[in-house]
T-cell receptor, first 110, second 113 residues
Framework: QQQVRQSSQSLTVWEGETAILNCSYE??????FPWYQQFPGEGPALLIA?????DKKEDGRFTIFFNKREKNLSLHIKDSQPGDSATYFC?????????FGDGTQLVVKP | DPKIIQKPKYLVAVTGSEKILICEQY?????MYWYRQSAKKPLEFMFS???????DNQTASSRFQPQSSKKNHLDLQITALKPDDSATYFC????????????FGAGTRLSVL
């Protein structure tokens, strides 16, 4: 059973729009939820993360909204830029194990 | 300067051969990992090591053997290569297994013909 699911394999938005990437998880014991960003030819890199005690985490144009009761979260990228075009992995961690979703490939068109 | 070095960046192998993927990290971390990325499975966990000891193994095949000669090294030996092994292999590290942030290398792209 897949522990972390991302609802879209791909997403295309126009420059300046808000991109919304959705994610859900299975195990209510997960307590840390990072999002990783990956550009072609590179390894994933931590973008932003939230702990289960919070419902929102903001860092510049990137915001995570977290719903513990529904076991889902979303990454909002405000004022999307072509340079944000990348694959975004949602992850969930607990008990020293981390599970990744299958990724959402975001394309921001100028 | 890259803090996690993976060598080689690209690797072409013939079916049935054996290859070693190299990973060294210079972050002073105590936990290291291998992940595999392919079209079938975008980011698949393979192994985790902590203080040079195997912590977790999610790879079904014994053809994949991690080797840790030093605390900051975790190489991956793959024997009897198959075309299905074609993927990008990422090494990662974290301060320790309980640390939340993984740092990834740039990957080794393996093609098996």
């Amino acid at each position: 059973q897949q522990q972390v699911r991302q609802s879209s394999q791909s997403l295309t938005v126009w420059e300046g729009e808000t991109a919304i990437l959705n994610c859900s998880y299975e195990n209510s014991a997960f307590d840390y939820f990072p999002w990783y960003q990956q550009f072609p030819g590179e390894g994933p890199a931590l973008l932003i993360a939230i702990r289960s005690v919070s419902d929102k985490k903001e860092d510049g144009r990137f915001t995570i909204f977290f719903n513990k009761r529904e076991k889902n979260l979303s990454l909002h990228i405000k004022d999307s830029q072509p340079g944000d075009s990348a694959t975004y992995f949602c992850a969930a961690q607990g008990n020293n194990r981390i599970f990744f979703g299958d990724g959402t490939q975001l394309v921001v068109k100028p | 300067d890259p803090k996690i070095i993976q060598k080689p960046k690209y690797l072409v192998a013939v079916t049935g051969s054996e290859k070693i993927l190299i990973c060294e990290q210079y972050l002073g971390h105590n936990a290291m990992y291998w992940y595999r990325q392919s079209a079938k499975k975008p980011l698949e966990f393979m192994f985790s090591y902590s203080y040079q000891k195997l912590m977790d193994n999610q790879t079904a095949s014994s053809r994949f053997q991690p080797q840790s000669s030093k605390k900051n090294h975790l190489d991956l030996q793959i024997t009897a290569l198959k075309p299905d092994d074609s993927a990008t292999y990422f090494c990662a590290s974290s301060q320790d297994p309980s640390q939340n942030t993984l740092y990834f290398g740039a990957g080794t792209r393996l093609s098996v013909l």
